[in-house]
């Protein structure tokens, strides 16, 4: 299928969270609402209506679990910034299985948090019952739902800087949120983001943009897994929006080689040009494998920010073009696999999509 993204009042480029919202709710609402309407009035979402009907429900993203588009799943706030606000809505909505990132929304700032309100909502996950985990180790001792897993105090690294015994990959949070979640005989449902496919689009990083997708790619091959043995499942995957406009092809040239090369993402690089000490012809030696000629060296000297040269230079030897460095309106496309997939053809706009998850499931708003 093919859909479109606006927000409400012909407010042509979305931004995540009236995305979000439409997504998870079938309303159209305006820029930074997460689960209200226009009138700043909650309204359900295909999780809570899920929850309700007896099922399990779970969040797995790479970003904090109360950015927008999870916030969007589980929250009900009239913007998307009120991150500490939407965390104890997401506490209180008792989804069975989160994973992401953003402990420092769980605990006051004398222990090291962001909260100003003095809570320490781990202490209330874990008097709701819930298993509490923050590193790939611990995975295997969550046996059963409810589970946290928080494995970062805001959002996750880039996959293409993730270290494995830090961060869990964005399919093995997938694997075993579905792995709790199956055994609820009712079913469960499971919204899983690849959240930082959006952020490489506003850095415009082509290899941790495609870093970040092949992620994705993999946690829905782990969906498609379990689809394959279990004939009832429906996998859909869609996206808020699109980000960065990109085009292969700077002057008919692209150089998928230089694009594999690359072993960070752009901004860890620009760091270790303000930390590491090492010259940047030795650092762009070793993390994107080029020799700088001394125009690109001059490029990256003469910004102000080192990551805008950096940008520019790798962008240009792979062959990329961006548009932007922010969201679009065009129409995305939309894929579905398993039981009433067929629900899915055709072209339709992003609030029809929670209604079709939820028809499938032989529920509705």
């Not at 309303?27 to 399990?56: F, H, M, R, S, W």
């Not at 940008?311 to 065009?330: D, E, F, K, P, Y």
């Amino acid at each position: 299928g093919m859909y479109t993204t606006h927000m409400a009042d012909n407010e042509y480029i979305t931004d995540s969270a009236a995305s979000g919202t439409a997504m998870s709710t079938g309303v159209k609402t305006y820029d930074g609402a997460i689960g209200v309407d226009v009138n700043k009035q909650p309204v359900p979402n295909v999780l809570e209506i899920a929850k309700e009907a007896g099922k399990a429900t779970g969040l797995v993203v790479t970003c904090r679990v109360n950015h927008a588009t999870p916030a969007a799943f589980a929250a009900h706030s009239e913007h998307r910034n009120n991150y500490n606000a939407i965390m104890v809505d997401i506490l209180n909505n008792n989804v069975d299985v989160i994973f992401g990132g953003g402990s420092a929304y769980c605990v006051p700032k004398e222990l090291g948090g962001v909260r100003d309100d003095g809570r320490n909502l781990f202490n209330e996950f874990l008097a709701k019952g819930y298993t509490i985990i923050d590193s790939p180790s611990a995975l295997p001792l969550a046996t059963a739902a409810p589970v946290l897993g928080l494995f970062a105090p805001g959002d996750l690294a880039p996959e293409i800087d993730r270290d494995a015994n830090k961060e869990p990959s964005l399919a093995e949070m997938t694997s075993k949120a579905i792995n709790l979640l199956a055994k609820d005989q009712d079913g469960f449902f499971l919204m899983v983001e690849g959240s930082q496919i959006d952020f490489a689009g506003h850095d415009n990083d082509a290899p941790r943009n495609v870093r970040e997708t092949i992620a994705l790619d993999e946690a829905v091959t782990v969906a498609m897994a379990f689809a394959a043995t279990n004939p009832d499942t429906l996998v859909v995957v869609a996206a808020d929006h699109e980000t960065g406009a990109l085009s292969i092809g700077k002057d008919y040239q692209f150089d998928p080689i230089v694009l594999r090369q690359v072993k960070a993402s752009y901004g860890k690089i620009a760091n270790l040009i303000a930390e590491d000490g090492r010259s940047i012809v030795e650092l762009m030696q070793e993390y994107a494998s080029i020799e700088l000629t001394d125009e690109e060296l001059m490029t990256i000297e003469q910004e102000e920010k080192a990551v805008r040269g950096i940008t520019s230079v790798l962008n240009a030897r792979i062959g990329v073009i961006w548009g932007s460095g922010n969201h679009s309106g065009v129409m995305l496309p939309l894929s579905a696999h398993g039981a009433e997939a067929d629900l899915f053809a055709g072209f339709y706009d992003n609030t029809d999509i929670p209604k079709k998850i939820a028809e499938a499931m032989g529920l509705s708003f």
